[in-house]
């Protein structure tokens, strides 16, 4: 059970990590202000990580946030490297989660329902 707990906290704290760095230090372009880290996903060797992201816009803006994103994952990497203390840095692979907008278009359905 410490290693499920081990790896929460491991969790949380690249989400939060991440999160810092795609908005105050990318100065990539084609990263929107509106993305946000959603949840980290760590495997338990620590050699991978899915990042999902959920980005405001439409298509081509999520393709190119997306893409920069993949971009810059080296750098990431490197920055967790620096303010996270672990044995093994993950990989990083972001992921798009279109959980949020599908949250949204449920919620206007519901709404126009009930008027």
């Known amino acids: 059970m410490k290693s499920g707990?081990?790896?929460?906290?491991?969790?949380?704290?690249?989400?939060?990590?991440?999160s810092e760095i795609i908005r105050s230090e990318l100065k990539d372009p084609r990263i929107g202000a509106i993305t946000s880290v959603i949840?980290?996903?760590t495997t338990n060797d620590l050699k991978y990580c899915k990042i999902?992201?959920?980005?405001?816009?439409?298509?081509q803006q999520k393709a190119e946030t997306m893409e920069g994103l993949k971009n810059a994952s080296g750098f990431i990497r490197?920055?967790?490297?620096?303010?996270?203390?672990?044995?093994?840095?993950?990989?990083?692979?972001?992921?798009?989660?279109?959980?949020?907008?599908?949250?949204?278009?449920?919620s206007k359905i519901i709404d126009d329902i009930n008027s």
């Open 5 to 18: 707990n081990r790896m929460i906290r491991i969790n949380d704290e690249i989400k939060k990590e991440v």
């Open 52 to 59: 999902f992201v959920s980005i405001l816009g439409d298509e």
């Open 78 to 106: 490197k920055q967790i490297a620096f303010r996270i203390n672990l044995r093994n840095t993950p990989e990083f692979k972001f992921v798009l989660d279109d959980s949020l907008e599908y949250s949204i278009k449920i």
């Open 39 to 41: 949840k980290a996903e």
